[in-house]
């Protein structure tokens, strides 16, 4: 998925969209900012160290990588793994289109209208 996510985030930098990575390797922050430098990921990351996490947990992950599309409002739009996003991410992006800035938080519970 790298490879992608560069040219997504690059691609749609200028529209509604924020990519968050949430690490699952062991050896956390030293071990992420290793990754982080050495493959040039630009986006925010949290450090997890596991796939049972309570970040997995609290968003009901059961297979890495999972994906949520989040609107600016916290809603989540879609819900799947692996590069299945990218169709429904373009969708939804362009229909948002400049409607929310980019960036925002992120919620810190899964939320909204229950396509998960």
């Known amino acids: 998925m ?20 949430v690490n699952s390797d062991q ?16 986006w925010r990351n949290a450090v997890e160290g596991s796939t049972s996490g309570p970040v997995a ?3 009901n992950v059961r297979a890495w990588p999972t994906v949520y599309l989040i609107d600016a409002d916290g809603v989540i739009r879609w819900k799947g793994h692996g590069g299945e996003w990218e169709g429904p991410a ?22 909204g209208d229950g396509k998960q």
């Not at 790298?2 to 990575?21: I, M, Y």
């Not at 050896?27 to 630009?42: H, W, Y």
């Not at 373009?90 to 519970?109: F, V």
Request: net charge positive; glycine share 14%; proline share 10%.
């Open 27 to 42: 050896g956390g922050r030293d071990a992420l900012r290793k990754i982080v430098e050495k493959e040039g990921i630009t």
């Open 90 to 111: 373009g969708e939804w992006i362009e229909r948002a289109g400049k409607k929310a800035p980019a960036g925002g938080p992120l919620p810190t519970k899964p939320g």
């Open 57 to 59: 947990t609290a968003w």
């Open 2 to 21: 790298l490879p992608r996510e560069k040219e997504l985030t690059a691609l749609w930098k200028d529209r509604p969209f924020s990519l968050v990575g």
